[in-house]
C-alpha cells in the first residue's frame, strides 16, 4: 500500500503517470473556468447534453478516418442548434427540448459504435474516459484547446458576461447573444474532446458545474469566481489521480468524487457563514 | 429632429396581438412615461423602440435612424425582478458594464472609464457601496446602481421599465431629480410607469396605452378622464373638486 513517497517516485518514474497528471490538472483549469459560465446562464443541462452528443462525432470520426474533433465539434454544435430550433419553433420548453435531442445523439452514438464493435474503439474508454492511455499528442491537443478556450474567455469576456448578467441591455446596445450562446456552445464541445480521456463523456459535466458551484458559494466577484472554479478543478484533478493511482479505482470518477467532496465544504462554509 | 418617432406599429407575441397601429413622435429633451394597465403592452412597447422585439408592420425611426445604427446611444435599466441579483458582480462591475459599448470587443477598461464609473456612483449617492454585492443593496439602492450604469453609458436616449417599483422614496425621489438632469441635458428619457398618481407631476409627455394607443401628447391632452377611463375600462374615480384622480385596480 503506497502513500504520498510511493506516488511521487512513480510520478517521476513513469511518463504515462505524468501524461495522465499534466492532462488533468489542464482539464481542470479549462472545464472550471468555461463551467463559470455554464453555471451562470443556467445551462448545466446543457453542458450534460452538449458532451453527450459528442459521442457520435467520434463514432463518426473513427469510421471515416478523420480527426474526432472534427467529429466532436459537428455533432456537438448541431445538437445545440437542433435544441435552439425546437425549443423556438413549439411551445416545448428548453429542458424538454435538450432531454429529447441529446439522448438521441447519445443513442446513435452508441448504435454506431456497437455496429464497429472489435475495430479499437473501446465504448468504455469514450464513456469513462481511460486517463492512462494519454499521448503527448493528446496532451498537446488538450493544450491547444485549452489556449482557444482560454483566450476566447479572456478577449470576449465583457461580451460574455454581460449578455450572461443582463441579456436585454447586452441585445440593446447591439451584441449578438444567439452568436455567444453558439460560441459558448462550440467551446462546450472542444472542452469535452480535451476531457475524453481523463474524465470521460458521461462525467464531463460534473468538472464544469461541480467546481464553479463551489466556487459561487465562496466569492462575490465574477473574475474571482472563475479563478476559484479552476483551483479547485486543478485541486480535484490532482487528488482524483493520486486516490486513483493509490487504491486502483477509476480515475475519471475518483477526481469527480473529490470535486463533490470540495464542493460539500464549500457548500457547510457559506452556510455556516450566513 | 425627433428623438423617436414611431409610424403604424403592430406587434403580436405567439400569434396574439400586444397592440397594433401605433403612432406617435417625441422630440429630443423629455421625459416621457409610457403608462397603461397591466397588460397593456407597455413593456413591449419599450423594447420595440429599442429594437429588441420583432414588429409585425410599421416603422420605428430613433433620432431620425433605423434603431440598428443607433445602439451605443440607447441605455437601458431593466426591471430588476428579471436579472438574477445572486450573480457575482460588486456595484462598480455593474457601472462598468455600462462602458462596455465604448470600449472595442476586445478593449479593456481605460482609465476614463474607471474615473467615469466613480463619478456616476457618486451622482447617485453609491460610491461608498462599489465594493458591494448587488443583491446586498435594497430594492432602491438597486435601481440607483442601474441608474448609474446607465448614466456611464453616455447615451442618448434612456429607456426605464418600471424604476420606481418596490423601492424606497428617497430612491425615487433622488432617480427622479436624476432624470430631470438628463432631460436639462437634452437627453430623453422613457419610463415604463403604472402609478397614474405621480405620473401627472412626472413627466413632460405621457403614451397612454391599452393593446393601442389611446392618448399620446402633453400631460393635459393624455390625463383627460375619458381617456383614462377607456384605458382603465372604467374604473377610476374623479375627484372633481380637488382636480384630482383616482384609479381603481389600475
Keep these: ?274 | 429632429m425627433d428623438a423617436v418617432e414611431i409610424k403604424n406599429l403592430s406587434v403580436s407575441y405567439k400569434g396574439k396581438k400586444v397592440f397594433e397601429d401605433v403612432t406617435f413622435s417625441i422630440s429630443p429633451g423629455q421625459l416621457v412615461g409610457i403608462i397603461g394597465p397591466n397588460g397593456a403592452g407597455k413593456s413591449t412597447l419599450l423594447k420595440a423602440i429599442m429594437g429588441l422585439t420583432s414588429v409585425d408592420c410599421g416603422e420605428i425611426k430613433v433620432l431620425n435612424s433605423p434603431v440598428s445604427g443607433m445602439r451605443k446611444n440607447i441605455a437601458y435599466v431593466p426591471q430588476r425582478s428579471t436579472l438574477n441579483l445572486d450573480f457575482p458582480l460588486l456595484v462598480e462591475d455593474v457601472v462598468m458594464m455600462g462602458r462596455y459599448p465604448h470600449i472595442s470587443w476586445w478593449g479593456f477598461p481605460s482609465l476614463f472609464d474607471k474615473k467615469m464609473v466613480i463619478e456616476c456612483l457618486e451622482k447617485v449617492g453609491m460610491y461608498k457601496y462599489r465594493k458591494r454585492q448587488i443583491g446586498k443593496l435594497s430594492g432602491g439602492q438597486q435601481q440607483r446602481v442601474f441608474l448609474a450604469r446607465a448614466l456611464a453609458q453616455e447615451a442618448e436616449l434612456l429607456f426605464l421599465d418600471e424604476p420606481f417599483a418596490g423601492i424606497d422614496m428617497t430612491s425615487e425621489s433622488m432617480i427622479i431629480n436624476l432624470l430631470r438632469d438628463l432631460k436639462g441635458e437634452g437627453k430623453t428619457v422613457f419610463l415604463v410607469h403604472h402609478d397614474l398618481n405621480k405620473a401627472e407631476s412626472y413627466f413632460d409627455s405621457l403614451i397612454l396605452l391599452k393593446n393601442r394607443l389611446i392618448a399620446w401628447g402633453s400631460r393635459e391632452e393624455v390625463f383627460r378622464i375619458d381617456c383614462l377611463r377607456e384605458a382603465y375600462d372604467g374604473r377610476i374615480v374623479s375627484l372633481d373638486s380637488l382636480k384630482g384622480l383616482m384609479v381603481v385596480n389600475g
Design chain 1, 1 to 274: 500500500m503506497g502513500g504520498p513517497a510511493f506516488f511521487l517516485e512513480s510520478l517521476i518514474k513513469y511518463q504515462y503517470l505524468q501524461n495522465a497528471m499534466i492532462a488533468a490538472v489542464m482539464v481542470g483549469v479549462i472545464c472550471g473556468v468555461i463551467g463559470c459560465f455554464i453555471i451562470l446562464r443556467g445551462m448545466a443541462l446543457m453542458g450534460d447534453a452538449i458532451s453527450h452528443a459528442v459521442l457520435p462525432g467520434v463514432a463518426l470520426a473513427h469510421i471515416f478516418g478523420v480527426s474526432f474533433f472534427i467529429g466532436a465539434v459537428t455533432t456537438g454544435v448541431a445538437t445545440a442548434l437542433g435544441i435552439g430550433y425546437v425549443s423556438q419553433h413549439s411551445k416545448l420548453k428548453d429542458d424538454t427540448a435538450i432531454g429529447v435531442m441529446f439522448t438521441a445523439a447519445f443513442a446513435l452514438g452508441v448504435v454506431l459504435i456497437t455496429l464497429r464493435r472489435g475495430t479499437g474503439v473501446d465504448l468504455w474508454h469514450i464513456l469513462f474516459g481511460n486517463v492512462l492511455a494519454v499521448s503527448r499528442a493528446d496532451l498537446w491537443m488538450i493544450f491547444a484547446i485549452g489556449l482557444l478556450v482560454l483566450v476566447s474567455i479572456f478577449l470576449f469576456y465583457k461580451q460574455l458576461l454581460l449578455s450572461t448578467f443582463d441579456p436585454t441591455m447586452a441585445r440593446a446596445v447591439g451584441m449578438p447573444n444567439s452568436l455567444i450562446h453558439y460560441l459558448l456552445m462550440l467551446l462546450l464541445s472542444l472542452v469535452t474532446v480535451a476531457s475524453l480521456k481523463t474524465v470521460g463523456i458521461v462525467l464531463v459535466v460534473a468538472m464544469l458545474v461541480t467546481p464553479g458551484a463551489a466556487a459561487y458559494l465562496l466569492t462575490e466577484r465574477f473574475s474571482v469566481m472563475l479563478l476559484l472554479s479552476s483551483i479547485l478543478g486543478v485541486i480535484s484533478s490532482i487528488a482524483g489521480v493520486y486516490f486513483s493511482f493509490v487504491y486502483d479505482v477509476a480515475t475519471g470518477a475518483s477526481i469527480v468524487l473529490v470535486a463533490s467532496l470540495l464542493f460539500s465544504f464549500s457548500f457547510m462554509y457559506s452556510r455556516v457563514k450566513s
